[in-house]
T-cell receptor, first 113, second 114 residues
Framework: KAGVTQTPRYLIKTRGQQVTLSCSPISGHRSVSWYQQTPGQGLQFLFEYFSETQRNKGNFPGRFSGRQFSNSRSEMNVSTLELGDSALYLC????????????FGPGTRLTVL | AQSVTQLDSQVPVFEEAPVELRCNYSSSVSVYLFWYVQYPNQGLQLLLKYLSGSTLVKGINGFEAEFNKSQTSFHLRKPSVHISDTAEYFCAVSAGNRDDKIIFGKGTRLHILP
């Protein structure tokens, strides 16, 4: 069974631009979560989607948004990029909200210049 | 709300020596506890988890952890490390209802010395 895939793996943008990252969960998994990883703040939870609905949300500004499609694939969008948005963005999937084990993708490395 | 503290940001240890990575958590409710490993340029991989039952949990790659409720700790141990264990290790906690989000510690970088 294929693992969690994220595209693109690397991305370079400039301040003020917007970016969309994509995550395909493991087949059969319907819950997708997004995390931001930086050296200073570590891993921070962004949001979780299940059945196309946002179930949980972390403490990030409204510039960070996401969505989930009917096939469970998820996208996250960051608008008006800032230098501090440079990070590794990780996606994780699990069967559903009531299961405990998440499986992580390799991440998308976003650099904002 | 839950929180987790990893007391050491870096731990150097000689190859074949034992290692303990420390993790303490804070919560007003029962919790689930996890240890993840992140190898360079990769995502996170689950090492082991504690949900309930036996407080000694065995995971992959020879790692184990012990849940200590009175000390609110979940330290990770391995009796003999290998160079391939070089990675960053994350302790994580969630409320014990499976619906809650997982909160991660800031990570401990394990350096294996030859």
């Amino acid at each position: 069974k294929a693992g969690v895939t994220q595209t693109p793996r690397y991305l370079i943008k400039t301040r003020g631009q917007q970016v969309t990252l994509s995550c395909s969960p493991i087949s059969g998994h319907r819950s997708v979560s997004w995390y931001q990883q930086t050296p200073g703040q570590g891993l921070q939870f962004l949001f979780e989607y299940f059945s196309e609905t946002q179930r949980n949300k972390g403490n990030f500004p409204g510039r960070f948004s996401g969505r989930q499609f009917s096939n469970s694939r998820s996208e996250m969008n960051v608008s008006t990029l800032e230098l501090g948005d440079s990070a590794l963005y990780l996606c994780a999937s699990k069967l559903g909200p009531s299961t405990d084990t998440q499986y992580f993708g390799p991440g998308t490395r976003l650099t904002v210049l | 709300a839950q929180s987790v503290t990893q007391l050491d940001s870096q731990v150097p240890v000689f190859e074949e020596a034992p290692v303990e990575l420390r993790c303490n958590y804070s919560s007003s409710v029962s919790v689930y506890l996890f240890w993840y490993v992140q190898y360079p340029n990769q995502g996170l991989q689950l090492l082991l988890k504690y949900l309930s039952g036996s407080t000694l949990v065995k995971g992959i790659n020879g790692f184990e952890a012990e849940f200590n409720k009175s000390q609110t700790s979940f330290h990770l141990r391995k009796p003999s490390v290998h160079i391939s264990d070089t990675a960053e290790y994350f302790c994580a906690v969630s409320a014990g209802n499976r619906d809650d989000k997982i909160i991660f510690g800031k990570g401990t970088r394990l350096h294996i010395l030859p």
